[in-house]
């Protein structure tokens, strides 16, 4: 795992990268921090997950790369939704970057994948 900064706000928060990171099974079982815009997975087995930030920022974008050799799911934070997929339900990607932005504090839309 690396952590990379690359700007201080100010408000103390350092928004970051996180690269090397493995997904595990479930919602909840690896939570993106809430000041890490990029996170990339370069391990991912069959069935396993990430979960969004639960306090993020409205209006606040995360953008996920899965270099693993499988697909990932993409949790909301418990309570949330992303699109019109339904309460704590995934959003599933192979091999591609996804971008997410906060829109409420239980609302998730994706806006680019790439």
Known sequence: MSLINF???TTGSI???MTGQ??????????IPRNVLYFQVSTA???????????AYIG???SIRNDG??????????????NGLGLNN???????IAT????????????NVT
């Open 7 to 9: 700007s201080t706000t």
């Open 60 to 62: 606040q974008s995360y």
């Open 69 to 82: 050799a499988n697909g990932i799911s993409v949790f909301p934070h418990s309570g949330g939704q992303i």
């Open 90 to 96: 995934a959003y599933a990607f192979a091999d591609v």
């Open 100 to 111: 997410f932005i906060a829109v409420s504090s239980t609302q998730w839309h994706i806006v």
């Open 22 to 31: 493995t997904a595990v099974a479930a919602q909840g079982g690896i939570s």
């Open 15 to 17: 928004p970051s990268i």
């Open 45 to 55: 087995a069959p069935g396993t997950a990430v979960t969004l930030p639960a306090s």
